[in-house]
């Protein structure tokens, strides 16, 4: 039972266009959702972040929408840096221990 | 600064070996994970520890086991490698709301 859905494996973006990356969660209980990006041979480092009780995040070019009616989770970068390229993980935690990652989104930025 | 130390970057171990992967986190987090990432799949949770001496399995604890006698330190043991025990395994420890993920290291079974 796949609670957590990236549906596109990969993306390819001009530099300094906008970049858009979407998650798809089943579980309501889900209260607090994050973004991880990963370069390769690295570990996961943490991007941004948004709780249920908001339906958006800034953090300079990064922002976070939440739709909780649709149970979609996105992430956009505005404008995208080759410096962007990496894969991006989306992540549901519930205020347990567990946090619940997607398949991941390998974004290539185009210079 | 946050810090998350794997002990090993990349092992390159033999089928049926024993094979230790350690972290230790200097947060004084009380949670610590171990998970393991392959393309396609993201990343899976194998173990989790909450406090020391405790642990609870994650969504695939086949094949490993876990070690917390210290706070600051949380092993992950593959008791006989296989070679579907090939991956990348990253060890986390968690503030609430935040994952901190060390380097990462990078095991290949033969």
């Known amino acids: 039972d796949q609670q957590v859905k990236q549906n596109s494996p990969s993306l390819s973006v001009q530099e300094g266009r906008i970049s858009i990356l979407n998650c798809d969660y089943t579980?309501?209980?889900?209260?607090?959702f994050l973004w991880y990006k990963k370069y390769p041979a690295e570990g996961p480092t943490f991007l941004i972040s948004i709780s249920s009780i908001k339906d958006k995040n800034e953090d300079g070019r990064f922002t976070v929408f939440l739709n909780k009616s649709a149970k979609h989770l996105s992430l956009h970068i505005v404008p995208s840096q080759p410096g962007d390229s990496a894969v991006y993980f989306c992540a549901f935690t519930s205020g347990t221990y567990k946090y619940i990652f997607g398949t991941g989104t390998r974004l290539k930025v185009l210079a | 600064d946050v810090k998350v130390t794997q002990s090993s970057r990349y092992l390159v171990k033999r089928t049926g070996e024993k094979v230790f992967l350690e972290c230790v986190q200097d947060?004084?987090?009380?949670?610590m994970f171990w998970y393991r990432q392959d393309p396609g799949l993201g990343l899976r949770l194998i173990y989790f520890s909450y406090d020391v001496k405790m642990k609870e399995k994650g969504d695939i604890p086949e094949g490993y086991s876990v070690s917390r006698e210290k706070k600051e330190r949380f092993s992950l043991i593959l008791e006989s490698a296989s070679t579907n025990q090939t991956s990348m395994y990253l060890c986390?420890?968690?503030?609430?709301?935040?994952?901190?993920f060390g380097e990462g290291s990078r095991l290949t079974v033969l």
């Open positions: 986390a420890s968690s503030s609430p709301g935040e994952l901190f």
């Open positions: 947060m004084d987090h009380e949670n």
């Open positions: 579980n309501s209980m889900f209260d607090y």
